[in-house]
């Protein structure tokens, strides 16, 4: 070991933590009211959201019936599908296009074990 050294440790300096924190606290610091006016907005916020949501979800169950369900089997088509559930009255040709739409089918060819939703 040496008896002379010119090294200098890093660890013997006594370090201020005190002005070394104040200043980070400092810059970090945010006002009593400016926490204040962010819970309000939050809490406003949360409150609209709820409002409108609850009055949304009371108008759809009112007004949206179930709709009627057919599971293809084999050998049906489109066409038979919708001649025996079509509403009295409507154009078949309408009706199809009508579980096309609703079901996101984009050509008419259906296969055995589908579930087809059936529009009013």
Same mark, same amino acid.
């Given at each position: ?21 104040? $200043?980070?606290?400092?810059? *970090?610091?945010? =006002?009593?009211?400016? /926490?204040?006016?962010?819970? @309000?907005? %939050? ?9 409108? $949501?609850?009055?949304?979800? *009371?108008?759809? =169950?009112?007004?949206? /019936?179930?709709?009627?369900? @057919?599971? %293809? ?9 919708? $001649? ?17 739409? %609703? ?18």
């Amino acid at each position: 070991m040496l008896k002379y050294s010119t090294y200098k440790s890093i660890y013997t300096e006594s370090i201020q933590k005190s002005s070394i924190l104040s $200043s980070e606290v400092q810059g *970090s610091r945010i =006002s009593k009211t400016a /926490k204040r006016t962010m819970l @309000v907005l %939050v809490l406003l916020l949360l409150t609209c959201t709820g409002v409108v $949501s609850a009055f949304a979800a *009371s108008n759809d =169950s009112v007004n949206k /019936k179930p709709l009627e369900t @057919v599971i %293809v089997m084999p050998g049906d088509t489109l066409w038979e599908i919708a $001649s025996e559930h079509k509403p009295q009255g409507k154009d078949i040709r309408r009706y199809i296009e009508s579980i096309k739409r %609703v079901n996101g089918m984009h050509v008419s060819s259906i296969k055995a074990g589908e579930v087809l939703v059936l529009p009013k």
